[in-house]
Nanobody, 125 residues
């Protein structure tokens, strides 16, 4: 079993930055695909960013491409989401997800077995 705990959320003004962390425990996630999803108020959860364990390749939702960066520190068993140039549309609860090996559907919640409890990000205008 893998436990995921997100942190780093908070309130930030538009144009600001935040770095979210997702600390994994229970097992090392060096050979796990990792991802971030978010759910805005009144909306369904959506894919944000993906990191492949096999080659370190990344994928991003169009809405965050060029502003967000996903990374992983295997020594710390932690995944990060650096978020720059935030705008109010980025307001959401952000969730970290993990899947052993390669996720079969990285943009879908069904492609991920392990989830964190989420961290709130609020961007004021």
């Amino acid at each position: 079993q893998v436990q995921l705990v997100e942190s780093g959320g908070g309130l930030v003004e538009a144009g600001g930055s935040l770095r979210l962390s997702c600390a994994a425990s229970g097992r090392t996630v060096s050979n796990y695909d990792m991802a971030w999803f978010r759910r805005a108020p009144g909306k369904d959860g959506v894919f944000v960013a993906y990191l492949a364990w096999s080659d370190g390749s990344t994928k991003y939702a169009d809405s965050v491409k060029g502003r967000f960066t996903i990374s992983k520190d295997n020594a710390k068993n932690t995944v990060y989401l650096q978020m720059n140039s935030l705008n109010p549309e980025d307001t959401a609860v952000y969730y970290c997800a993990a899947q052993y090996g390669t996720s079969r559907s990285y943009e879908s919640a069904s492609g991920w077995r392990y989830w964190g409890q989420g961290t709130q990000v609020t961007v004021s205008s």
